[in-house]
């Protein structure tokens, strides 16, 4: 098929890639400039080199909404367009410009995890999976009906890093055999139930902050989410912040203030975690590796050189 291709980063990388490898004429590329968002600088292959690479024409745009955009789309007469990490909506105009219309392929398993950073949420969350669905776009955001999805399971330590690559290796396959569903008119539209829809914020640096009042299987997997190459999650000791790099949840309970230091266990420092701590019957977090402001790695156990105090949220 004759495809226009809106996507960013290694998400719309990938289909891209899917697209030129099925053989398919990808007619023109539109992509987003670069970002100086922490979360649009991790997993960021260029959309706009791999299109140069393939002597793809490539636009880049913020918005979709100009009208030079628009009159490139209609000269380029595409079959469909593929949408992978488009950062902002596409309005009527665009999606329903092709006589196939608008595949979106987004990273989780709709209709819950509409919206923005579906895996760091979804791990925070505890899902047991997580996945990719394409889907025929509307004007409503992730929500329109669903042509193909397929599934990952979330393993006890995995984090958002494993996740992605889980994920990211989903793309290509659901890109090749949508296509071809689509093409061959085989394809079967799914609407979304909407009562099990879920749509999330993009994440920021205050997302990352450490509530003590969460039980710690909940921060344990925070910190998970947030694990490398993201910026990690953070709480205060004694005026300066500390990044969590690595966490546990304890063995035995532990009664208290939530964010109190309080007890080494085995190879890490316990935190007393949870918003009815003080009833003792909930597990701390144990703290494993800690990450300061100078960018320096410690041993909880060596950073923390005699027990007592408190974590807080804020300085």
């Known amino acids: ?36 968002h922490a979360y649009e600088k991790i997993w960021d292959d260029s959309v706009a080199e791999l299109a140069a690479e393939h002597d793809v024409p490539a636009l880049l745009r913020n918005r979709p909404d100009d009208p030079a955009l628009l009159q490139a789309l209609r000269d380029a007469a595409p ?7 488009w950062r902002t909506w596409l309005p009527p105009e665009v999606f329903d410009l092709p006589r196939h219309g608008t595949l979106n392929v987004h990273d989780s398993l709709l209709p819950s995890y509409a919206g923005f950073s579906p895996l760091i949420w979804a791990l925070i969350n505890g899902e047991e999976q997580v996945g990719v669905t394409a889907h025929r776009m509307n004007a409503e955001l992730d929500a329109g009906d669903i042509v193909l999805q397929r599934a990952v399971a979330v393993g006890p330590c995995d984090t958002a ?4 690559h889980k994920t990211v290796d989903l793309i290509g396959p659901i890109v090749r055999d949508a296509l071809e569903l689509i093409a061959s008119g085989r394809a079967t539209w799914v609407p979304q139930d909407r009562t099990k ?52 949840v304890s063995q035995a309970r532990y009664g208290g203030t939530p964010g109190r230091v309080f007890i080494r266990e085995g190879d890490g420092v316990v935190v007393v975690s949870g918003a009815d701590a003080r009833g003792g019957r ?34």
């Open 1 to 36: 098929m004759r495809v226009v291709m809106f996507g960013y980063q290694t998400w719309g990388h990938r289909t891209l890639q899917a697209l030129l490898d099925a053989g398919h004429e990808v007619a023109l590329v539109v992509t987003h400039p670069k970002s100086d």
């Open 79 to 85: 079959d469909i367009i593929v949408a992978n990490n």
């Open 161 to 164: 890093t494993d996740l992605f």
């Open 197 to 248: 829809a879920s749509f999330f914020h993009k994440r920021s640096i205050e997302d990352g902050r450490i509530d003590w009042t969460w039980p710690a299987q909940d921060l344990e997997r925070l910190v998970r989410a947030q694990s490398d190459p993201y910026p990690n999650a953070f709480t205060y000791y004694r005026g300066e912040r500390v990044r969590v790099v690595s966490a546990a």
């Open 282 to 315: 909930r597990h701390g977090l144990v703290l494993r590796r800690l990450r300061t402001e100078d960018g320096a790695e410690h041993a909880a156990t060596d950073y923390f050189r005699t027990m007592g105090g408190y974590l807080t949220a804020r300085p």
